[in-house]
DNA sequence: GAATGTGATGCAACCGGTTGCATGTCAAGC
DNA sequence: GCTTGACATGCAACCGGTTGCATCACATTC
């Protein structure tokens, strides 16, 4: 065979000792070598010592991928995410990867660009070599969703499927409470800038705004946003300053700071003349002017999903899991009172 | 052993066909059945048929882990990044991505939080399944990098050592304009808000904006914000305002922003009393003003890189390499003319 | 028709760990 | 002193592939 599976492209062979280098070295079998790093309960004190040091003095590590031939665990994960570059994601990519670090895991990340035909292919290299999935914001079809979910412990992240242990952001309660915000402010016409139709999130947003404004009294229009992002955003704010409308809550944050800047182009003040208010809270207080936005705890999602997924990975788990984040306003400078010639209409 | 490594954590073995049972299945050996999908050339093309017909109707796939194991090469690559959530980076990830996706790799993702430390885990973690590492921004020593280096091939980005590929984003001639922009603006006096003192590019743009200042006799005063943040560009707007200049650059858009927020606050003008350029250009046209900032490529760097990791994991690649990406500067809104009453000094 | 060559396939060892079971040792209990 | 049992360790099979080498069938050549 001929390998040198451990030099590197270059130069010294530099090999790492396997188990049977450490075991003659240290007069013992291999087993029990094995057994001193992976079950020492089994062996004397005496021995465990005495191994680890000699593995210690060769620079001994275990071989992760041999052990996962005979165990089937890798100690792998893997997260898909949707987009990569939307600022949603990284904060919770970063949450996810600090909880799977603390269990000992590594983590993939696969990024399927909103393309369900990538994200299938990203699970289908995956799955043999990762113990888990998590799947945020998936765009697969239920079919493939369930598919997978048989072979692997599977966690979704803001999308609902019946059976299948996920995490919801929901996003109801902190839209209600902007709709409250803007309806205590005196506007009347509002107008939801929308997200993917297939998007559970934008689904969930799109009815609690519907739901409060009627609840209200506000006449709500939509307008499309899509894909999500500051061009479309920007794109959104001729069709949406015509339909006379004196405020707007977006899919999310990004569509918000885009609108805000089409209307800037249009002479429309922020918040003096329109209202804004976007979704996830993503952007802090870095846009112009800060905006009000419902926060999202997308952080918390990736940290509770992969928690879910390392109990669902380690036996437990027998009913089905629906875990829920609340949502809350936090209210800065985009939004305030309807302009007079138009309140109350 | 009893493992039931293909089921879910739940019901349904689903179990997974091994090389065995398609060969069984197809009357041939194991052999043959492992040459059907890694070396098709070494049988006829009507056994290569018969076996993969088999073998996809039994739903064999082969077993990534187990194949790793006795070829030593497990399709894996690992890309390591300071700060997941530093706008730099996803652009960078998500073509680093792409690139090891039509190669047909999965990319371990680790994120550092600008830690040694945890950096140095996460190495450790990672190099025994793949095949070739990229260090995005490391802050590892010198010395273990090198160490990583000689285990398997490796390619950093903006990190310059000696004998190792590296892609380095060579921001100095824009940062060169900004200043010559500056200059021509009338500024006589300017800042440079720094980042890390161990980052590669740091030093580059301050030695670049200090050279050009030099030969076009500007003053150039170093204000620290670190680590690089919104936050930190903020707070040290004061210090900036009070020490007399009329622009600064910053270390990075983010920074950049910050100070802008930082102005505003203070009720400086920008660019009416003072110009803030940015560096990275990951912020697009969605900062109030629009951003002057060096423009860094950052995506070709996670392509390019990965690029170079493969030719060098092929075998290929003898001599080092080191591979600039140019930069420009682009103009948006946050530059004008020096204020009146401080011109010409 | 025997010798030779060629190309397809099988055999069996191997990658580096884990683990069920057998063996061996030693102390306690009768 | 012998049985019993607990406990530490070793043996050898196994995980699911890959691959060097042997074998075998068949065609070619003289």
Not at 22 to 33: E, F, L, M, N
Request: proline share 6%; hydrophobic share 40%; net charge positive.
């Amino acid at each position: 065979m001929k390998r040198d599976s451990d030099s590197g492209g270059k130069g010294r062979p530099s090999i790492v000792p396997t188990i049977s280098q450490v075991a003659k070295a240290s007069g013992v079998s291999r087993a029990t070598v094995s057994r001193a790093f992976s079950r020492p309960e089994m062996l004397t004190e005496a021995t465990v010592r005495r191994v680890k040091e000699v593995a210690g003095k060769l620079g001994y590590v275990p071989n992760q991928v041999a052990r996962a031939l005979s165990t089937g665990r890798h100690g792998n994960v893997a997260l898909i995410v949707s987009d990569v570059a939307n600022p949603f994601f990284p904060p919770l990519i970063r949450a996810a990867q600090l909880r799977a670090d603390q269990a000992g895991l590594c983590v993939f990340l696969g990024n399927s660009d909103e393309d369900p035909a990538r994200e299938e292919l990203l699970v289908g290299r995956f799955i043999g070599q990762v113990e888990g999935l998590v799947l945020a914001s998936s765009r697969l079809d239920e079919e493939h969703i369930r598919r997978h979910a048989t072979r692997r412990p599977l966690v979704l992240i803001n999308r609902d499927i019946e059976g299948i242990t996920r995490v919801l952001i929901d996003t109801a309660p902190g839209v209600a409470a902007a709709i409250a915000h803007l309806a205590e402010l005196g506007h009347r016409h509002i107008a939801y800038v929308s997200g993917p139709t297939t998007s559970w999130s934008n689904q969930q947003r799109r009815n609690a705004v519907r739901r409060e404004a009627e609840k209200r009294g506000l006449k709500v229009i939509a307008v499309p946003a899509r894909p999500p992002s500051y061009d479309t955003g920007r794109l959104a704010a001729t069709q949406i300053v015509a339909s006379g409308v004196t405020a707007a809550i977006a899919f999310d944050d990004l569509v918000a700071q885009g609108l805000m800047a089409g209307l800037a182009a249009l002479d429309v003040e922020v918040p003096k003349s329109f209202s804004v208010v976007g979704c996830d809270d993503v952007l802090g207080e870095t846009t112009y002017p800060p905006l009000t936005t419902v926060s999202a705890r997308c952080a918390d999602a990736g940290d509770v999903a992969v928690g879910l997924l390392l109990s669902q990975m380690n036996g437990g788990v027998s009913g089905e899991i629906r875990h829920k984040l609340n949502s809350h306003l936090v209210i800065r400078a985009s939004t305030g009172p309807a302009p007079l010639k138009r309140r109350g209409r």
